[in-house]
């Protein structure tokens, strides 16, 4: 039995219809090095979805609007696949501890695949109805271990939220392999769907109808200043059906994390700014635009959460993210740290002019624009910018796993090789202390070895700056 819940707020439709185009099919892959019975994992999705409405929420079409129709009760979606017959092994895929590298490339591999799989009643033209969340198994009849892809579509459920989706899911699956029930604590929205992000925006934050077309048109004339990361020179002309996003991921080992986490604390600035200035650096000195301009525009994605008034807490599930706009006069010369520091303070600044809020609005329409007239962009790439990142560092050190022998995870990602920027970097706080840092771009508007290149280059002045 189900009810129609709200409809969606113009953040959550915006991303969701982008998923149709390839933008917005959220994955994390959850590697066991051991065999998990698909029936325990219904269950453990289950305890998840019973937890919170939007878990047991599909995306329906109701009078031309998106809606959420809510199930009173959790029907998990739960697929079964064989293990890869095949397994594509490329360099660039983060190794998980104590593997030989199997099971870190069939990860790397089917994440890689899960984030090009489309939603179902979404391939080409979002129609729904789509559940919000489903899972994929990968098991291993002739081995002990198991792959485990959530699947969750990013318009409603953000990166913030994906975390939270996936230590429950977690904490579930580690009870019932044990065989005891899960306990899992209250969730807001358990029983009711929580408001859209627009409603939640503070008063007085934010813009009127004209303002927001004034600037969504300064917007699309500026977008000509600012570089793009060059082009593969084999791209022209490609079909936009043909694109896919592909994943390069590196870990900074555990010294390479302690030398990192002194030299932000010395510097006064953030690893995702020090990252951020690392492939700045790295894009600026690439061959076509070193006599060329290097001025570049960037997207720092920030939590809204704690911005709220009153504050949602952490574990509010939804779309409460927002892009904040930022650009950087960059040569290949500046100095790293100071470039570290402009950009931490850059997004600061940009959050206490609460620009954080007002550009919701611009930064939708746009987003929009983009979706609808891909000649727009630079031979019509869909890109909108150089690069995303996060504002805020992903903790992936999961607990209550005990049971599970979990080797590792990879995500949560986003596709983007619908309307995006050129690259988007995520990074994760991983058991040890280490961070991992993980680049996703678009296909074949860029080459993997062109992109392992900007990756290794940016690694490099990364390391020299911390050395």
Known sequence: MA????????????????????????????????RIESIQITEAAKAVMQQN????????SSKGKLVYEIASTPAPVV?????????????????????????????HHVVTEELNTPFPNAAQKFTGPTDVFLIHVYADSSESRTIVILRLVSGAIDRPSAVVVTQSFLSSLNALVN???????EAPGKNELLPTLEELIPKGKKKGFFQKGLDTVGYVASVGKYALYPFHSGFS??????????ILSYTLGKEGTSALTAACEREKTTISAALTAAFLKGAASAE???SKKQHFGFTSVVDLRPHFEP???????????????????????????????????????????????????????????????????????????????????????W???????????????????GAGPCFCIGEGLLEGPEFAFSVVYPTPVYSRDQMEGLANTSLAILNAATK
Request: charged residues 25%; glycine residues 8%; hydrophobic residues 40%.
């Open 3 to 34: 009810e129609m819940g709200r409809p969606l707020g113009a953040t959550e439709e915006n991303w969701t219809k982008a998923t149709a185009m390839g933008t917005g099919i959220q994955v994390i892959g959850l590697a066991m090095k051991r």
């Open 53 to 60: 409405s939007l878990l047991r929420s599909k995306i329906v």
């Open 79 to 107: 697929e079964v696949f064989s293990w890869p017959a095949s397994i594509r092994k490329s360099t660039a895929t983060l190794i998980l501890p104590g593997d030989n590298g199997e099971l870190s490339s069939a990860l």
């Open 179 to 185: 065989g005891k029930q899960p306990q899992l604590p």
């Open 237 to 246: 002309g490609a079909k936009i059906s043909d694109y896919k996003s592909d």
């Open 288 to 290: 076509e635009l070193k």
């Open 311 to 397: 504050a949602l807490p952490s574990s509010a599930l939804g779309n409460y993210s927002g892009g904040v706009s930022q650009d950087e006069q960059v040569k290949a010369e500046a100095d790293f740290w100071e470039l570290a520091r402009s950009v931490s303070s850059g997004t600061l600044k940009e959050v206490e002019k609460g620009r954080h809020f007002s550009e919701i609005a611009v930064m939708n329409m746009l987003f929009s624009q983009v979706l609808q007239r891909p000649s727009l962009t630079a031979k019509s790439s869909l890109r909108t910018g150089l690069m995303s990142f996060f504002e805020k560092t992903l903790d992936a050190r």
């Open 399 to 417: 607990k209550d796993t005990q049971n599970l022998e979990l080797a590792g995870t990879l995500g949560p990602f986003a596709s983007m090789h």
